[in-house]
């Protein structure tokens, strides 16, 4: 099962002479090593194609901006000039423990790359040991004499003799990457690495999108209970007026209980608000890292319109969000375990060596009691039962499902941005209609109201026409509401400010480890 190659070396009178051979040996070893290590088997990782589509479908006929390439890096949330938006959104990457555990996995990859760059260099073992040695029936008095080197013995009356030795030694092994196994690992692990990095900033990113989303929720919430208020009050004055007329004999007692029910109605909706506005402001401390307790929000409206967003080209999607980043640096760690794994097939190629002191005191050693040897072995399996060609066709498989996750997220992330182009598309042009929905129900209330008065309408009628245009307040509402979620969904979808710039290098990743030999 195993060929194996090894030249041992003597010493005594023989050092000068066995110094001179290691030297030789050692660069003759290194000059064949060398241009084998350039050898690296396995494919060779070139990017896959993915499915990018010439322009959005969506972006016809609507123009938020021109689409360029220039979104601002890392503070996307600017555009909203929302300050409390921006300190909260900051300290997401700071204390948020989503954000937290990603950045924990990113610094574990980064070990993993040390850890295989540790293969690429020789493992050295040192040892020093003392042995005492009795020989003889039994013990005794005697005289003590020095023998041999390396030994100190004694004697005494029962014949028991003793002896003393000290041994230091050194033992070193260099399996030699020649066909490029750890180099196709070290490879793998740094596009690991930068899949974490990736993942790292996703999780930013996705963090950040999910508070601004539940931020924007909140201000939602702030502007229904201001309308709620506004809407309570103006009932009150119908109530008022309703009262008036009854007091008046001009309408019956019908008309006041009917009012009054209008005005305890929205108030309980006013009251049921506080609900979602706290379950949003505790969603919001959570994603900064913090228990609800510590954190209360002001109450703000709503703005009245979302900012001008700027869109990438499609052809630049790819570099600008992070998990497609990421699915595409799987693709090459996928590759290089191809190469893992094709090296399986050739044999390894190991140095070993040792040098071995041996004296009669614990220091200094003498030079004529050192032992030394140099080897070199190769070894390979003769008879795996298919175990190395069931490992290749594994890792290619692997390697094809990398690519295919590479194309879905790719597809994944067109279908999002086409989305929420339609959807900001769609909204705006409903909330123009929402608008002079209110401004009509106003309109309504304001003329059935003074037509009551006059007594030439029922009071149903009123109450029929303030109930509408409390609905299409509402929906006015909701669809702004929407519009932000939209807005801030389309900027999650297009990458934020991230691109491909922002991931470590290979250089910036393998740096760490200076002492690397350049095979």
């Known amino acids: 099962m195993h060929a194996l190659a090894h030249a041992g070396f003597g010493c005594g009178e023989w050092v000068r002479r066995g110094r001179a051979l290691r030297v030789q040996a050692f660069l003759a070893a290194s000059a064949l ?51 409390k938006l921006a300190l909260l959104l ?28 540790a293969a690429l260099l020789p493992t050295v073992t040192g040892s020093y040991t003392y042995n005492r040695t009795r020989t003889g029936p039994k013990a005794g008095g005697g005289s003590s004499v020095v023998t041999g080197a390396g030994t100190t013995t004694g004697g005494d009356r029962g014949g028991a003799s003793y002896s003393t030795t000290y041994t230091a030694q050194a033992s070193g092994n260099w399996t030699i990457d020649i066909w490029g196994k750890v180099r196709r690992q070290i490879e793998s692990n740094v596009a690991a690495t930068q899949v974490s990095a990736a993942d790292l900033d996703n999780a930013k990113l996705a963090a950040q999108a999910q508070l601004a989303i539940a931020y924007f929720n909140l201000r939602a919430t702030d502007s229904l209970r201001d309308l709620l208020a506004r809407t309570v009050a103006e ?23 009917t009012a009054q029910t209008q005005v305890l109605t929205v108030e309980a909706q006013l009251i049921n608000v506080g609900v979602q506005r ?15 307790a510590e954190l209360t929000i002001t109450p703000h409206l709503l703005g009245g ?69 140099l080897g070199a072995a190769a070894t390979d399996e003769l008879f795996d039962g298919g175990l190395r060609g ?25 279908q999002q941005v086409e989305d929420q182009l339609a959807a ?43 109930a509408t245009l409390l609905q299409d307040e509402e929906a006015e509402l909701t669809v702004r509401q929407n519009l932000f979620l939209a807005s801030v969904s389309l900027i999650e979808a297009v990458g934020g400010g991230w691109d491909t710039t922002l991931l470590p290098t290979q250089n910036e990743l393998e740096s760490g480890f200076s002492l690397l030999p350049q095979l």
């Open 33 to 83: 090593v060398v241009p084998l290590a350039a050898c690296t088997v396995g494919p060779n990782y070139t990017r896959e194609a993915a499915p990018v589509s010439p322009q959005f479908k969506e972006l016809k006929g609507w123009k938020v901006a021109t689409p360029r390439d220039q979104l601002d890096r890392g503070n996307w949330w600017a555009a909203y000039r929302d300050a």
């Open 90 to 117: 900051r300290q997401v990457e700071i204390s948020n423990q989503t954000v937290a555990a990603s950045a924990a996995a990113y610094e574990q990859a980064r070990a993993l790359i040390r850890e295989a760059q």
């Open 235 to 257: 009932y009150k004055r119908t109530l008022e007026i309703t009262q008036n007329q009854y007091n008046a004999g001009v309408v019956s007692r019908a008309d006041v209980i």
């Open 278 to 292: 706290a379950a949003f402001e505790h969603a919001i401390a959570v994603l900064t890292g913090r228990p609800p």
């Open 305 to 373: 319109s979302i900012p001008k967003i700027p869109v990438v080209l499609p052809s630049t999607l790819l570099e600008r969000r992070p998990d497609i980043a990421a699915s595409e640096r799987a693709m090459q760690e996928q590759n290089a375990l191809i190469g893992v794994a094709v090296a399986a097939y050739y044999p390894d190629i190991s140095l070993s060596g040792l040098a071995e002191f041996i004296g009669r005191n614990p220091l200094p050693f003498s030079t004529p009691h050192l032992v030394w040897s």
């Open 390 to 414: 069931a490992q290749v066709d594994a890792a290619r498989a692997a390697y094809w499902e990398s690519v295919a996750n590479y194309r879905q997220t790719v597809l994944t992330a067109f």
């Open 424 to 466: 900001i598309h769609i909204l705006s042009q409903q909330l123009g209609v929402e608008r002079q929905a209110v401004r009509a129900a106003r309109e309504a209330v304001d003329v059935y109201l003074n037509q009551y008065r006059a007594g030439t309408v029922s009071f149903t009628t009123v109450v029929t026409a303030e």
